[in-house]
Every structure is written in structure tokens, then in C-alpha cells.
């Protein structure tokens, strides 16, 4: 079923760029959806969207069969939750605990309902220790989960985050996904993240669309959007690395593949089987 979707959706910004070109898309309830593409290419433009953030000059966002524009902006905030690109525009409450509570505040809840719904979004992100904690001392790091923290507070239906792994070290790239997986599987919220981290797609997304200039060029599982290698070349974009040696592999040693491996499980496989078969004919 779809949840959301963009009807051709146009964008002019103020000083005359076209950002968006006629940008249509479905999203599946329940998926995992990135948004690949290159600097500039409009990823946030067509995010900001999605929210009600920024009106399309032309085309229309649609949420469960409804026109965004038949929403209320508080019934929108509440289904459709942003994370930012950088915390700094998202945070702005003294300290962790007042920040996550001010989206629920607004929903005019109770106060229990508000401390218990503020108490579980920071479990889930692990910021529990850091609830009282000023905004301001947090670690770039801690300022992502508060700021994932403060929409989960919202209990959205569809999360949409750009970039949300983007100046994270590798373990905390490892423990946002993972969360943002959880989050998917144990609560069935829909998933549309912005990227330039090619390697996490297959690993942790049901599907991808690629972004160039405006436009969306491909939408489809990573094994479809992947597998023509010219047309990622084009976006200005690389397959993962793995892909990358598989690729090398593949067509610089005569290796035999049906399909790209995408991810180092599906390398790994592929290679024991070759490494199985070869020995066994060497053993005839
Ligand atoms: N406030 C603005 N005013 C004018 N042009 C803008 C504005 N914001 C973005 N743009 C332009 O719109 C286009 C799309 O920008 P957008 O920020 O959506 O790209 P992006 O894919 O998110 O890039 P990045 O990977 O760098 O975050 C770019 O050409 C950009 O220069
Ligand atoms: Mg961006």
C-alpha cells in the first residue's frame, strides 16, 4: 500500500534555481527508502517536501490518498516526522530533555503522557543518561539521536531524515541504523532516508531512487537501481565498495557472476561457493 506520495512535484527557489523537476514517487507503507544522489541533486529540497516544509510550485505531495494541502500543519508534524541534515538547525531548548518534550507539548497531551512518551523516545536513541543534560554540551553525535529522539517523541507513522548518518563515526553510523532498522521491524514506522553513503543501502534498505539534477532517474530494490552500473556512473555516484571489487573481479579476472554481490555477506557467500567449486573440480 502506499502511504505517501509525490505527483510531479516542481521546486524554484527564490533566487531562480529549479531544484525539483517534475518529481514523482511512491512510497510503500512500512519500507525502508533511500534517497541517493549527488550534492545539490535535491534530496532536502524534495524532503522538505514531504512534511509540508517547503509548497511545490507545481505537482502535489499526497498522504494516505489526501492532499498534504487538506492536512493541518499539526496533523502533518505528527504523521510525518523530520530529522535535519545538521542538528544545529533542529535543536534549540535549553536542554535534552525540554527539547524532545516540545514537539508533545504542542500536541496539547498530558503531562504524564508527555514524560512517559520523552522518557521512551531517549531509551530508544540511548540518551537516557544524557536527559538533563544542556543541548549545547552534547557531541555531534548525541545531537542526531536528540533530534531523532524529539520526532519519535511525535510517534510519526513516517520518518523521514536527511542524511542521518552523515558526520558519525563508524559505530554510531552502525547504532543509527540499527535503531532506525528496529524502529521499522518493532513499530512498522516507514523509513525515507536522504544519503551519500552508497555502502548502506544494501545492507540496511528495502529501496532506493536516485536523484540527478532534480529528477529521480531510477527507483527499485539496490540489486535492480545497482545493477546498471552506466546509469550510477551518470548520477555521479559508485556502486559500494564491495560492489567496486566484485566488479573488478568480475570483469578484470573473468570471474563468473550472475548478479553484483552488494554487501560483504553476499560477497562472502559468493566466493566460498567459487573457492567450494574449484577445489572440488581440483579433488575429480
Ligand atoms: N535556499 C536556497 N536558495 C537557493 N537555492 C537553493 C537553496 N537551497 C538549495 N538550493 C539549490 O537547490 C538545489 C538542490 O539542493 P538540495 O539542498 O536539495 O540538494 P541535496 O541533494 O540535498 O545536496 P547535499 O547532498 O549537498 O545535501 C541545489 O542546486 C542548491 O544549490
Ligand atoms: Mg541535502
Do not use: W
Amino acid at each position: 500500500m502506499v502511504i505517501l506520495q509525490a505527483r510531479n512535484i516542481q521546486y524554484k527557489y527564490h533566487d531562480g534555481t529549479y531544484a525539483l523537476c517534475g518529481i514523482s514517487l511512491d512510497v510503500k507503507k512500512g519500507e525502508l527508502l533511500a534517497i541517493l544522489g549527488q550534492n545539490g541533486s535535491g534530496k532536502t529540497t524534495l524532503l522538505k517536501h514531504l512534511n509540508g516544509l517547503l509548497k511545490p510550485l507545481g505537482g502535489e505531495i499526497v498522504l494516505e490518498r489526501k492532499p498534504l494541502a487538506q492536512y493541518s500543519s499539526k496533523e502533518i508534524f505528527q504523521r510525518v516526522g523530520i530529522v535535519f541534515q545538521d542538528p544545529n538547525d533542529q535543536l534549540f531548548a535549553p536542554s535534552v530533555r525540554e527539547d524532545v518534550a516540545f514537539g508533545p507539548m504542542n500536541l496539547g497531551l498530558s503531562k504524564d503522557e508527555i514524560t512517559q512518551r520523552v522518557d521512551e523516545a531517549l531509551k530508544l536513541v540511548g540518551m537516557t543518561p544524557h536527559a538533563n543534560k544542556a543541548v549545547d554540551a552534547l557531541s555531534f553525535g548525541q545531537k542526531k539521536r536528540v533530534c531523532i529522539a524529539g520526532v519519535l517523541a511525535m510517534k510519526p507513522e513516517i520518518l523521514v531524515l536527511d542524511e542521518p548518518t552523515c558526520g558519525l563515526d563508524p559505530a554510531g553510523v552502525t547504532s543509527i541504523m540499527t535503531l532506525l532498522k528496529e524502529l521499522n521491524a518493532t513499530h512498522g514506522i516507514t523509513i525515507i532516508m536522504a544519503t551519500n553513503t552508497v555502502d548502506l543501502v544494501p545492507v540496511y534498505m528495502d529501496r532506493l531512487a536516485i536523484m540527478y539534477h532534480g529528477s529521480i532517474l531510477r527507483i527499485g530494490t539496490p540489486e535492480e537501481a545497482f545493477s546498471n552500473t552506466d546509469e550510477i556512473k551518470h548520477a555521479c555516484l559508485e556502486l559500494p565498495q564491495i560492489a567496486q571489487l566484485m566488479q573488478i573481479l568480475r570483469d578484470e579476472n573473468n570471474l563468473t557472476m550472475d548478479n553484483l554481490p552488494l554487501t560483504v555477506g553476499e560477497a562472502r557467500k559468493f566466493l566460498i561457493n567459487t573457492i567450494n567449486l574449484k577445489h572440488s573440480e581440483v579433488g575429480m
